[in-house]
């Protein structure tokens, strides 16, 4: 079975998030709960820049620099300066995680109780003139989402439901006709952050799996990558041609002596090409 590559030292505690944008100079992600927004650097070098509490997940901007799914609400950075968007509620049992920009330039980044309570999350969407909306209620763990390469059909991961979800999608409906993608067995992994390629198949980091997955549009499993730790959390397509994925992982709920390469960054050759990030237009 395939194995990834460890190309950084164990440099995050919770990585999560990973984004290729040739704007950016290439590939970031987040270190979540330190609030860092991670660079890689040509060199193997990665940089490190504070910008919350909470960074659940970072998108480009159309206009350049990067939108942030913080805390409790929204962040706006444009490389300078960072200007937080009012909070979208005032629990502080309750943070934002992962999330995503669907075709027609709007951000959604999906929350989630610090204690796992089941239920209390939503999914939120940014649009490009700073209004929020709810899209879905009653979520336990929000974590990936993502678009299939015509932007019709929507992937989406409420953790604790073992599964990967699909919704159709247009720009004035939203989102419509959920349904089972793919059921994962719980001694699998739990399924966390997920890309699509340019082939339509969607990839899925298992936390507690050591592994990506990539499943066909019919559903069907086409591949596994094995990785040396347990915590595997996100992946994405990177590289000039978008040809190589990259893998974030974390040290979360492991012993101090257990799994050195946890919180590093990990790359795998796929053998096809993923799509290009998606940006937030406001």
Known sequence: MPRADQITDPVAFHGEGPVWWP?????????????????????????RRHLASIAGAIRP???????VGVERGFMLDDGAAAQAL??????????????????????????????DEPGRGRLYRLDADGSTSVVLHGVSLSNGIEWSPDGTTVYYIDTPT????AFDYSADKGFA??????????????????????????????????????????????????LPVTQVT??????????ELYITTSRENLPADEQPEAGALFRYAPGVCGQPARTYAG
Request: charged share 25%; with cysteine; glycine share 16%.
């Open 177 to 226: 006709n959920r349904r089972p993608f793919v059921d994962i067995a719980a001694d699998a992994g739990h399924p966390d952050g997920l890309t699509v390629d340019s082939e339509g198949c969607v990839w899925v980091a298992l936390y507690a799996g050591s592994a990506v997955r990539r499943y066909r549009p019919d559903g069907v499993l086409d591949g596994i990558v094995e």
């Open 23 to 47: 704007g950016w100079g290439g590939l970031r992600y987040v270190d979540l709960f330190a609030g860092d927004v991670m660079s890689l650097h040509a060199d193997g070098f990665v940089g």
């Open 61 to 67: 901007r159309a206009g350049g620099g990067m939108v």
């Open 86 to 115: 009012p909070e979208l509620w005032s629990d502080t049992s309750v943070r934002m995680n992962d999330g995503g920009c669907d075709p027609d330039g709007r951000f959604y980044c999906g929350s989630m109780s610090y204690d």
């Open 234 to 243: 996100a992946c994405t397509f990177g590289g000039a041609n978008l040809d």
């Open 162 to 165: 073992q599964r990967i979800d």
